[in-house]
């Protein structure tokens, strides 16, 4: 089992910055074969893959709308993956999931771990 822990949402005006992080936990031997994802959710809509990347440090992938403006990042030591947000849109208010699966970086929600969420809410 991954267990997956979230912080960092909020409110911020358009135009600002947050920095989104996510705590894993548990299967820690196999964490070098895992792909860590950022997906968010608006209400009425399905869930989008935002950002991903390989716990190797390896490749990332970024969905169009936030290249540029999302970097994703692991801090291996802290067991933490972090989503830095800059030029935040009021289009980028959702809430965010942490994902996790082992494997490769994968855009479709299957197969994946999943954190609690947070909201982000950007303000126009």
């Known amino acids: 089992q991954v267990q997956l822990v979230e912080s960092g949402g909020g409110l911020v005006q358009a135009g600002g910055s947050l920095r989104l992080s996510c705590e894993v936990s548990?299967?820690?031997?196999?964490?070098?074969?895992?792909?860590m994802g950022w997906f968010r959710q608006t209400p009425g809509k399905e869930r989008s893959f935002v950002a991903g990347i390989k716990w190797n440090g390896g490749s990332t992938l970024y969905t169009d709308s936030v290249k540029g403006r999302f970097t994703i990042s692991i801090d291996n030591a802290k067991s933490t993956m972090h989503l830095q947000m800059t030029i935040l849109k009021p289009e980028d208010t959702a809430v965010y999931y942490c994902?996790?699966?082992?494997?490769?970086?994968?855009?479709?929600?299957?197969?994946?771990?999943w954190g609690q969420g947070t909201q982000v809410t950007v303000s126009s």
């Open positions: 994902a996790a699966r082992f494997g490769v970086i994968t855009t479709s929600d299957d197969n994946y771990y």
């Open positions: 548990g299967r820690t031997l196999s964490r070098y074969n895992m792909a």
